[in-house]
């Protein structure tokens, strides 16, 4: 059975920092481009960041400079290190996996930044 579990939401001060963590079961990880999407008001799940099998980072315009996407594939797990957040960033943020034609998501993990 195959799960992607999020983690690290809450709710933070602008100009704070969270950092997610998504840990993936029943997938060979190290074979899976990994992203962090977020809903939008809108109820559409836009791409916040994406980190290729090989390593490669892509930021959504809106996050460059103050988000980070990792992975270790010894833990199964990829991550987004967000800083600087405000409040524009409050969604519920979603971990993807995606190879070949399997495409695999998480449950979501709110993310609200108020004072």
């Known amino acids: 059975q195959v799960q992607l579990v999020e983690s690290g939401g809450g709710l933070v001060p602008p100009g704070g920092s969270l950092r997610l963590s998504c840990v993936a079961s029943g997938i060979a990880f190290s074979d899976y481009h990994m992203g962090w999407y977020r809903q939008t008001p809108d109820n559409q799940r836009e791409l916040v960041a994406g980190?290729?099998?090989?390593?490669?980072?892509m930021y959504a315009d809106h996050v460059k400079g103050r988000f980070t996407i990792s992975r270790d594939n010894a833990k199964n797990t990829a991550y987004l290190q967000m800083n600087s957040l405000n409040p524009e960033d409050t969604a519920v943020y979603y971990c993807?996996?995606?190879?070949?034609?399997?495409?695999?998501w998480g449950q979501g993990t709110q993310v609200t930044v108020s004072s």
């Open positions: 993807n996996g995606r190879w070949a034609l399997n495409d695999y």
């Open positions: 980190i290729t099998r090989d390593s490669v980072t």
